[in-house]
């Protein structure tokens, strides 16, 4: 797995060597809070789209097409660590908590569950059937806000899809 690297998109030009020399002794992915890369260090990049606070030693971090999660205090002996199944978050409101240590995400691919134990080691599953996959196929994130609520009654995750022109939107639900 490779290390994280969590920066702006903007590196002031003194600062470009350095991501330079990081990338070049490091295989590191480069996750960007705010948008492209503007800055001379290599990688992939994927700007930051939701954060969930998982626990007191556990945030996570959906990115359009990967999701990350920090355990520990990123001060003293934190770590940064990609989530295996490269399935991403696709807006700042599509992640929800459900219960302690199991969250529910949008992704590209469909509604995803991740669970954190309690070693900081996160499992991530792609929950939904082919029929909501295909109605999400057809829903852009540049025209459509997603937005994710649990109910803990029933054991739902409530998907709404807000079209951002003001017309009227979809409301999936799916039982977990």
């Given at each position: 797995m490779k290390p994280v690297l969590f920066v702006t998109n903007h590196a002031p030009a003194f600062r470009v060597s350095a991501f330079t020399a990081l990338h070049g002794r490091e295989d590191v992915v480069f996750a960007l809070i705010g948008g492209d890369l503007r800055h001379g260090g290599g990688g992939t990049a994927d700007a930051i789209t939701a954060i969930q606070p998982v626990s007191d030693a556990i945030c996570m971090f959906g990115c359009a097409t990967r999701a990350y999660y920090l355990s520990g205090d990123p001060g003293v002996d934190g770590v940064f660590r990609e989530v295996p199944d490269k399935g991403g978050v696709l807006g700042p409101r599509a992640i929800c908590r459900a219960t302690e240590?199991?969250?529910?995400?949008?992704?590209?691919?469909?509604?995803?569950?991740?669970?954190?134990?309690?070693?900081?080691?996160?499992?991530?599953?792609?929950?939904?059937?082919?029929?909501?996959?295909?109605?999400?196929?057809?829903?852009?994130?540049l025209d459509t806000g997603i937005e994710l609520n649990y109910e803990a009654a029933t054991g739902w995750v409530h998907i709404f899809l807000h079209p951002r022109n003001g017309d009227q939107g979809t409301h999936l639900i799916f039982d977990v």
């Open positions: 240590g199991r969250d529910f995400g949008m992704s590209a691919s469909g509604l995803r569950m991740w669970a954190f134990g309690g070693n900081g080691v996160v499992q991530s599953t792609l929950i939904t059937d082919k029929r909501v996959s295909q109605i999400l196929d057809r829903v852009s994130t």
